[in-house]
């Protein structure tokens, strides 16, 4: 079974700087491609940014590039996401999910077993 474990959450001002960690367990970890969503109230899911089984290649949602950094370890089965100049409206809940479509996608009903979430709180 996949287990997907987000942490690294929390409160910062706006500025400032997290890390997100993703945990997976139950499965051949570099078998998949895996994404970083999120999730604000009232909204939609969307996607945040992604990476290849390998981590040669990336990919980011334009309110992000430049300021984010997706990256994964494949011995020690985690996916990062480094946040710098976090904003205000990048507050939201923070989600891991793994691609279960052949090719890649931006969408969220592509990806599947979704961590329970980190919530990002950026105050101004």
């Known amino acids: 079974q996949v287990q997907l474990v987000e942490s690294g959450g929390g409160l910062v001002q706006a500025g400032g700087s997290l890390r997100l960690s993703c945990a997976a367990s139950g499965w051949i970890f570099n078998t998949y491609s895996m994404a970083w969503f999120r999730q604000a109230p009232g909204k939609e899911r969307e996607f945040v940014g992604g990476i290849n089984r390998s981590g040669s290649t990336t990919d980011y949602a334009v309110s992000v590039k430049g300021r984010f950094t997706i990256s994964r370890d494949n011995a020690k089965k985690t996916v990062y996401l480094q946040m710098n100049s976090l904003k205000p409206e990048d507050t939201a809940v923070y989600y891991c999910?793994?691609?279960?479509?052949?090719?890649?996608?931006?969408?969220?009903?592509?990806?599947?077993?979704w961590g329970q979430g980190t919530q990002v709180t950026v105050s101004s």
């Open positions: 999910a793994v691609q279960t479509g052949g090719t890649w996608s931006r969408r969220a009903d592509d990806f599947g077993s």
